[in-house]
């Protein structure tokens, strides 16, 4: 240890004791080590060594639900180390950080405008679903998808840069609910018929239906943040959330955490949008299959939830971005599958030579209907 590091110690023995109390300090160099998603334990970016995460007797089990009609408004913030929060005050993400840690940039928007919030409490996660996909895999499944931006322009590519990816755990709710709906609807059967000259009609009769539906829903995930592009994220899914681990601070090791900016009860009620959308699918589908129908219009539900839990969650994304023409385009990498969601800037020039190349094909496509 040089003197630097004696002083620095010297003038605070709660940074100290939060290095000792992580067990993460690499026993061959002192680095601190990171969670490595190759081997599932801690590796040390700076010399290379590798460790086990010590197991425990709760070691591979899942987060529990918790009841959601017990949920307090106050709960566990103990997240096994010492953490700090950090403001970005460009877009204004907030994101937890091991207090050993040290952040001038943001994450999300690459801002160097970030600063650490005092006595900000945020809820320990309940478990963790590790980061599968290493770094350079993320890049290499971000390169291909790359490849398919056939409307991207050349020099956006190039400005795109895979190695600029880090590692983010995004906050999830998960619920899980029985269902019982009631409804009430109309469906439709085709009848089809042909005239002498053999044009042909589509009669539909509409017949009234009613019944009852029961469904389990298990882990319906809701984002808990607003800072990111919801629709981008969706493309993500699905997460594997019956994959995760009892939270421990080793498997966020090295990685951000944002801290969630929506709570429970408002993540129960989008909860609920998204449950009700995918009754109105069941349902329709249950409706055609049973009554041999075509279509199914003028739903009506009443559904009643019952045995309502939660988790809430750690999930692993790697996130990039790049700045073309003054505008800032994000990417990001599911951690677990590796699918891949983003925006790309769209060449102008390209598209009309699409438009022009699908003109002539039309054309050309006419003109040998005309010639045979």
Known sequence: MDENQEWMDAQDPVRVATKEETDKKCPACGGTMDFD????????????????????????????????????????????????????????????????????ECPY?????????????????????VFKITVDEAGERFKGWMKRRIFCPSEAKKKAKPKSFK??????????????????????????????KGNTTTRTDWHNTSGDFDK???????????????????????????????????????????RYSI??????????????????????????????????RSLRMNTDYNDIAYKYLLLPIWISSFKYKDKIYQFVVNGQTGRVAGKTPISALRVAIAVLLGIALIALIVALRNNS
């Not at 190759?38 to 590796?43: A, D």
């Not at 984002?223 to 594997?240: G, N, Q, Y």
């Not at 959330?241 to 990685?255: H, I, M, Q, R, S």
Request: aromatic share 8%.
């Open 37 to 104: 998603p190759m081997t599932g334990g801690l590796l040390c970016p700076f010399c290379g060594f590798k460790k086990e995460i010590e197991k425990t007797d709760d070691q591979g089990t899942a987060a529990k639900e918790q009841r959601l009609e017990d949920a307090e408004s106050t709960g566990n913030c103990d997240w096994g180390v010492e953490k700090k929060t950090v403001i970005c005050q460009s877009c204004g993400a907030e994101s937890v950080y091991d207090a050993l840690q040290i952040s001038n």
């Open 263 to 296: 709570g429970l009860q408002d993540g129960w009620t989008q909860a609920k949008v998204m449950i009700t959308k995918q009754l109105e699918h069941d349902i329709s589908s249950d409706i055609k299959s049973k009554k041999h129908a075509d279509s199914v």
């Open 167 to 196: 590692g983010v755990y995004l906050p999830y709710w998960t619920f899980d609910a029985e269902t019982h709906t009631d409804y009430t609807a109309q469906y439709g059967i085709n009848h089809t018929s042909r005239d002498s």
């Open 216 to 258: 389990f829903i298990n882990d319906q995930p809701v984002l808990a943040s607003t800072k990111h592009d919801t629709e981008m994220l969706k493309k993500l899914e699905p997460f594997l959330t019956e994959d995760n681990l009892l939270y421990k601070p080793e498997y966020v090791a090295g990685f951000i955490s944002e």
């Open 109 to 129: 928007c690459g801002s160097n405008q970030v600063m650490e919030a005092a006595g900000i409490n945020t809820l320990a996660p309940g478990g963790v679903c």
